[in-house]
């Protein structure tokens, strides 16, 4: 995208941030316009793990990895399965170097992206109204707080409500039959020892009768889960129990669970808050639209689905990063939007259908069926093969003639170091496998190309003089590497600059 374009997101979740992200790596301007007051005006919600071949590619996209890294738990892939008798189906236990999902809490996750957008891009305290076309191919969009913002690209990421969504599709969500509560144990390791035993290091799901009991560690003793059943979306009107009154839901779900073992039933009776209802809604699958210039959508506005497989964020993110390389890629927005429909509806379609299936099965009448079970040791290798393949297509350059090699061009270069962020300044030059350039301004020796990884040498003149060694990986405009000296190892992100 060459010419200044006015790009708009609506929604902060983490789909909307990875989009406005990875758009700032590229160098193109985006303002993102949220409905909460701020990051942590509100309780965020539990845990959710990052797929190695959806979450995590965004992630990397948007030199996040070593953040991620720093707050995720791949201890927490630990899975128990309970039929609603008590008995134990099957267990999971995460081989000490699997990462194909580790976890993360959702709250940690939304505060890391935040704080790796320009300062300002969010604007909070924006509830969108109505987003109306005003013909010309540009869009107003009308706030509750009295603001109007027009733009030439609207991009809604305004979840599974979302206000944008009527400028594409007549689409909306369902309510799919099943209700969750949330339910929050705090301290779990000094408070909750009967909590802890069920849950362990990871998850606890235990289903039966059209009813589930969910328990998942989240950081900092924490257990967050789910008391679910099959049920009306107004089933406490119904019942007449008021659903602010903790008391009186948990003795309407002691009724419910009435045919459930006792050692599961903490979950429902130790809550240290409330219970948040959280009715579960869909989109009719698979959704697609004709396209429309100008507006597109991405993360659950998109494709809200059962949380069954933990598509939602994955995908969001995903969704994300994958429509800023277009944008960043592609000549106009309408090429960009194209693009990135072309392999996001079919991709969420897939994954709705399966994630609605399996919701369904998991609330069905009776007792657990064990052949439902997912074999998690399978599936995580499923993740990472995926992302391994995702990562191959990415790598294989299109060239046509007048293009450039991938490496070719300007870059800059963003480290950590104990002094806070550093930038550097790379050129790089390719002849077949053969890569010359500079290092801020000082030529690199020894350096080679093969397909979209390089590898150089450099001397560094400041803040001291040190020989490293540097490898890094191409992918479009963006790159992620390290710089090895003699005792340390750093890991460096780079764009771009436009020609
Ligand atoms: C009970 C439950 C459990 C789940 N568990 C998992 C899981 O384990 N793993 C997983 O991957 N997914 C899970 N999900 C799904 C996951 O929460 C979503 O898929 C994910 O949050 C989607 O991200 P998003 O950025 O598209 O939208 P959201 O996270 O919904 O973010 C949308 C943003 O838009 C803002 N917004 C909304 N309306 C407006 C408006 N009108 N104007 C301005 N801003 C607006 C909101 O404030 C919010 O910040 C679960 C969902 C539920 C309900």
Redesign the pocket.
């Known amino acids: 995208m060459t010419s200044p374009t006015r790009i708009v997101i ?8 990875m989009c406005a992200r990875v758009l700032q790596g590229y160098g193109i301007d985006v303002a993102v ?4 007051a701020s990051v942590d005006a509100r309780d965020p ?5 990052l797929h190695a071949d959806s ?1 995590q590619i965004a992630i990397e996209d948007a030199g996040l990895t070593d953040e991620c890294n720093a707050l995720a738990r791949p201890e927490g892939q630990a899975k128990g399965r309970l039929d609603h008798r008590g008995n134990l189906l099957a267990a999971f236990v995460p081989d000490e170097d699997d990462c194909a999902a580790p976890e993360i809490d ?1 709250g940690q996750l939304r505060a890391m992206l935040v704080a790796h957008v320009k300062s300002g891009t969010v604007r909070w305290g ?4 109505a987003a109306t076309a005003l013909g010309d191919g540009t869009y107003c969009l009308r ?1 509750a707080n009295g603001v109007t913002v027009e733009a030439d690209l609207v991009i809604g ?7 944008v969504r009527p400028l594409v599709s007549d689409a909306v969500p369902y309510y799919t039959g099943i209700s ?1 509560l ?1 339910v929050r144990f705090d301290d779990v390791d000094n408070r909750h020892p009967r909590i802890v035993k069920l849950v362990g290091d990871g998850h606890m799901f235990a289903n039966g009768d059209g009813r589930a009991i969910i328990g ?1 560690r989240n950081s900092n003793g924490y257990v967050r889960g ?1 008391v679910a059943m099959r049920a009306d979306a107004d089933w406490y009107d119904k019942a007449g129990v008021d659903i602010d009154d903790p008391d009186a839901v948990r003795q309407y779900l002691l009724t419910e669970f009435g045919t459930w073992a006792d050692e599961l039933l903490p979950f429902v009776t130790d809550t240290d808050g409330g219970y948040i209802n ?1 009715a ?1 809604y869909a989109l009719p699958t698979p959704l697609t639209w004709e396209h429309a210039p100008g507006v597109t959508l ?4 998109a494709h ?2 059962a ?1 069954f497989g ?8 995903l ?2 990063a994958e429509l800023a390389r277009a944008i960043a890629g592609e000549a106009t927005i309408d090429a960009a939007i194209t693009r990135y429909e072309a392999t996001m509806l079919p991709r969420s379609g897939e994954h709705a259908v399966g994630a609605n299936a399996a919701l369904d099965r998991f609330f069905a009448p009776g007792d657990a069926d064990p052949t439902h079970i997912p074999d998690h040791q399978a599936e995580h290798q499923r993740y990472k093969d995926a992302g391994a393949d995702y990562r191959r297509r990415q790598a294989i350059p299109t060239l046509t003639e007048g293009t450039t090699m991938a490496a070719d061009g300007t870059w800059t270069i963003r480290f950590n170091t104990r002094r806070g962020e550093q930038q550097a300044e790379l050129v790089f030059s390719t002849a077949g496998n053969v890569l010359t350039g500079t290092f801020d301004g000082s030529a690199i020796d020894d350096g080679q190309v093969d397909g979209n990884d390089v590898s150089f040498k450099a001397e560094l003149t400041s803040p001291f003089k040190m020989n490293i060694k540097c490898t890094a990986s191409i992918d479009g405009d963006t790159t992620t590497g390290k710089a090895k000296a003699l005792m340390m190892s750093v890991a460096f992100t780079g764009t771009r600059k436009a020609a």
């Open positions: 609506v929604g902060a979740g983490p789909g909307g941030l316009y949220d409905a909460d919600g539990g845990t959710l793990d979450g959702r924006h509830r969108l109204i706030f990421a305004d979840g599974a409500w979302s206000r969750f949330d998942q789910y959280r579960i991405l993360g659950d506005a809200v689905m949380p933990g598509f939602g964020v994955n995908l969001a993110m969704d994300g």
